[in-house]
């Protein structure tokens, strides 16, 4: 079985690798449009939009398409990855001293010997950020690290040090729930590690 990441995010990319899954990236090149509302909606709708993309373009028999979004959402307010520093450095001020989610939506279509099927799922995940100065935040906007993520911090990397607690996956608040993933893989009777 062939699987085919649709997305560019290297942190995606290096979870399934770390996780043991052989796989090749292409990248989804669909527009983002949502329709719904409700976060968990928002990510599963546009991890379909995704998936959907690479398996038109692909077209192959006997593959997995795994197509993935990823959002913050603070009091109702999603937050995507910011525009600019400044967008960047307001978030992160909303965030700390708080408790947000972070929402990942996983699309797999699964074709296999001529039949096609679908199992869209998400995870959410409770993260908490201690409070931090203002000094420690404009350091942090500066260092470039915050402009390609989903709500403007990397839980993985320097941003760690303000991270007061998670309740949930801590996989999901980097890109992706593997262990969920691998879960529906199984359901399937796939196995993508060897």
Do not use: W
């Not at 796989?23 to 449009?33: G, L, M, N, R, Y």
């Amino acid at each position: 079985m062939k699987y085919i990441l649709a997305s560019a995010s290297p942190r995606r990319k290096e979870l399934l690798t770390q996780a043991g899954f052989r796989f090749q990236v292409i990248p989804s090149s669909a527009e983002e449009k949502p329709t719904k509302t409700i976060p968990s909606e928002i990510v599963m709708q546009l991890a379909s939009q995704k998936a959907e993309d690479i398996f038109r373009r692909c077209g192959q028999e006997d593959c997995v398409v795994i197509g993935a979004d990823t959002i913050v959402v603070y009091r109702d307010e999603i937050m995507g990855k910011p525009a600019d520093k400044e967008e960047a450095y307001d978030m992160l001020s909303m965030l700390a001293d708080r408790t947000h989610q972070v929402y990942t939506g996983v699309s797999l279509i699964i074709s296999r010997k001529g039949s096609i099927c679908t199992r869209t799922f998400y995870e959410s995940t409770d993260v908490t950020f201690c409070p931090i100065s203002r000094e420690d935040l404009h350091a942090y906007v500066e260092t470039g690290e915050p402009l390609d993520k989903a709500g403007a911090y990397g839980i993985q990397g320097s941003f760690a040090v303000h991270v007061k607690c998670i309740r949930g996956d801590y996989n999901n608040v980097v890109g992706l729930p593997v262990c969920h993933l691998y879960q529906e893989l199984l359901k399937e009777r796939l196995y993508p590690i060897d």
